[in-house]
């Protein structure tokens, strides 16, 4: 008995949550066609010589976009089922089409005008660019709509059903035994409202069983409809502008050197050449330019620099003496076109002092901090030591332009 009631509970379930859809689903509308990108202008190098020179590198304009996205079909079929033994929902509406984009304006060009000093600054009135973005085109005015959802009828109804258990009997007992299976079913499948036992029972040819259908159980089950869904509308969307290409003004010419990352120990003494261009972002090119220009007024001003640096070391024991010799330093151009510095990465360990003289910059490095020698940090403390000693806890000692000073 107890596995019938499990079957039983089982199929009242399943039935219970069963759902269908019905009606048929309204077909998407279309997009509409869109436009074609302008293209970009071509990027240039340009040599200011003093000579007169003209170019448009302007961004072409978007095409057009005037297709509209076409309305989304309704749904159809849509009568519902009367009274079905399971929840239903309608058959959605069709997504409007997007309206055609435009195509967007092409970038113009990016240009590089090179010059060979401060002075042909001046001759960049002889220079003619025209460099801006294309216009982008007209978009499709209008978006395709939504189709309507199959609507319900019948927003709720109940079903009875019917669970029955199949049963049997042999001449020689005619009391009604449990044949262990079960069926859940509609208790009317019919307009007569007479309650219809399962199909036919089955058959045993190699045995005097006489199967039947009991009635066990009957349960009530709510069920709804549920309206389809409204297709949703089309979007529209807007092309850009093109932009304007950028311009870069390089004054001077070599080629970029620079001190990549290069063990300590290898330094001292020794003197690089450190050079390459020094750029910022300037505002004014429309009055650098030829009048009949058009482009935009912010550009990179870049100048080539060559500095030259020198590493030296102070205290008396060298970097190889004290574990030091592979510790990596680099070196870089750094500042403002105008004021060029050069820049360090330097362990933190080491402490320096920088000092300049004309295109020379000197760096010395005074101490090696993190050592764990107690006898020079008892030194540095009895003796003040002034840069010959390597004195290397915070908590124990200062640094001042080189000179330890004990806390």
């Known amino acids: 008995m107890l596995k019938s009631l499990m079957?039983?509970?089982?199929?009242?379930?399943?039935?219970?949550?069963?759902?269908?859809?019905?009606?048929?689903?309204?077909?998407?509308?279309?997009?509409?066609?869109?436009?074609?990108?302008?293209?970009?202008?071509?990027?240039?190098?340009?040599?200011?010589?003093?000579?007169?020179?003209?170019?448009?590198?302007?961004?072409?304009?978007?095409?057009?976009?005037?297709?509209?996205?076409?309305?989304?079909?309704?749904?159809?079929?849509?009568?519902?089922?009367?009274?079905?033994?399971?929840?239903?929902?309608?058959?959605?509406?069709?997504?409007?089409?997007?309206?055609?984009?435009?195509?967007?304006?092409g970038n113009g060009g990016n240009v590089t005008l090179s010059l060979a000093s401060d002075a042909s600054i001046a001759k960049l009135k002889l220079i003619t660019i025209r460099n801006k973005g294309g216009r982008a085109g007209l978009d499709g005015q209008v978006e395709g709509r939504g189709g309507h959802g199959c609507e319900c009828q019948q927003p709720e109804w109940r079903v009875q059903f019917c669970t029955?258990?199949?049963?049997?009997?042999?001449?020689?007992?005619?009391?009604?035994?449990?044949?262990?299976?079960?069926?859940?079913?509609?208790?009317?499948?019919?307009?007569?409202?007479?309650?219809?036992?399962?199909?036919?029972?089955?058959?045993?040819?190699?045995?005097?069983?006489?199967?039947?259908?009991?009635?066990?159980?009957?349960?009530?089950?709510?069920?709804?409809?549920?309206?389809?869904?409204?297709?949703?509308?089309?979007?529209?969307?807007?092309?850009?502008?093109?932009?304007?290409?950028?311009?870069?003004?390089?004054?001077?010419?070599?080629?970029?050197?620079?001190?990549?990352?290069?063990?300590?120990?290898?330094l001292i003494n020794n003197t690089y050449?450190?050079?390459?261009?020094?750029?910022?972002?300037?505002?004014g090119l429309a009055a650098l330019l030829n009048p009949a220009s058009d482009v935009m007024d912010t550009f990179y001003f870049a100048k080539f620099h060559q500095l030259k640096v020198k590493f030296e070391w102070q205290p008396k024991a060298t970097p190889q003496q004290q574990g030091a010799a592979e510790l990596p330093v680099s070196a870089t151009l750094d500042g403002h076109p105008s004021s060029p510095v050069i820049s360090f990465s330097v362990p933190k360990k080491l402490t320096y002092k920088v000092t300049k003289t004309n295109d020379l910059t000197v760096v010395k490095f005074t101490h090696l901090l993190g050592s764990t020698d107690p006898k020079k940090i008892n030194e540095c403390a009895r003796h003040h030591a002034k840069g010959s000693l390597v004195c290397e806890f915070s908590d124990q000692c200062r640094y001042e332009d080189g000179e330890c000073i004990p806390r």
């Open 164 to 266: 029955w258990r199949l049963t049997y009997t042999t001449p020689s007992n005619p009391q009604p035994l449990d044949a262990w299976r079960t069926e859940t079913q509609p208790c009317y499948l019919d307009n007569r409202r007479q309650i219809i036992p399962p199909p036919p029972v089955p058959t045993d040819r190699w045995s005097d069983k006489i199967y039947a259908w009991q009635l066990s159980n009957q349960e009530e089950k709510r069920f709804t409809c549920t309206d389809g869904k409204q297709g949703s509308n089309g979007t529209r969307r807007t092309a850009t502008n093109g932009s304007y290409g950028q311009i870069g003004v390089y004054v001077g010419d070599g080629t970029t050197q620079e001190l990549n990352e290069t063990a300590l120990g290898g």
């Open 7 to 105: 079957l039983l509970s089982s199929l009242v379930t399943t039935t219970a949550f069963a759902q269908q859809t019905f009606g048929v689903s309204g077909r998407d509308g279309r997009d509409g066609r869109n436009g074609q990108n302008g293209e970009h202008g071509r990027s240039i190098s340009i040599n200011v010589d003093g000579t007169s020179q003209s170019y448009d590198i302007s961004g072409s304009n978007g095409s057009d976009a005037l297709d509209s996205g076409e309305d989304g079909e309704h749904a159809y079929d849509s009568r519902q089922p009367r009274e079905a033994p399971y929840n239903l929902f309608g058959a959605s509406g069709g997504n409007g089409g997007n309206a055609g984009m435009a195509g967007n304006g």
């Open 273 to 283: 050449a450190i050079s390459g261009y020094v750029s910022e972002r300037r505002a």
